[in-house]
């Protein structure tokens, strides 16, 4: 019998992340504790730009910015937003979009399957995934779980299960 297996990937559904940015556009636009600050969200790319008048405002916009995140399913690992910062007479948040498994986090990942999985799993690093292997179904779905409980600092998919 031909081992089965499974990629661990870390990838971000632009059109979803598209939509959380206009929702929370909106909202800003909307709100009345946002009216005449110069609150605004803006999406560019990989990256996502946050703008208002005081550092307060800026969280403030961030805050929505991640509630909409999670309404619409995707994780905050996935958005690396830095500090507020002066730009003029604005502060400025810019927060990126981690995607793909850069090469620490996959020998973390290597070394937690390694030490904590059972023995029967192999998994290798092809690129920005992880192919993770085994005989065994069970030991798979096991590594699995063990995987969606790992405190890693990206939002890890688990696809290709065959």
Do not use: C, H, W
């Amino acid at each position: 019998m031909a081992d089965s297996s499974f990629d661990v990937v870390s990838k971000i559904d632009s059109m979803e992340v598209e939509n959380a940015v206009n929702q929370a556009r909106k909202e800003v636009e909307q709100r009345y504790d946002f009216k005449g600050v110069g609150a605004e969200v803006t999406l560019s790319g990989q990256g996502i730009q946050i703008r208002a008048n005081t550092e307060e405002r800026a969280n403030a916009v961030l805050d929505v910015l991640q509630s909409k995140f999670i309404k619409r399913g995707l994780s905050l690992k996935a958005l690396d937003s830095g500090e507020p910062y002066a730009s003029g007479k604005e502060y400025r948040i810019d927060a990126t979009l981690k995607e793909g498994i850069d090469q620490a986090t996959a020998k973390q990942l290597n070394k937690l399957i390694r030490d904590e999985a059972p023995k029967s799993v192999k998994s290798q690093v092809q690129g920005d995934e992880l192919r993770v292997s085994s005989k065994s179904r069970d030991d798979l779905q096991a590594t699995i779980a063990m995987l969606k409980d790992a405190d890693v600092d990206v939002a890890l998919q688990f696809v290709n299960f065959r």
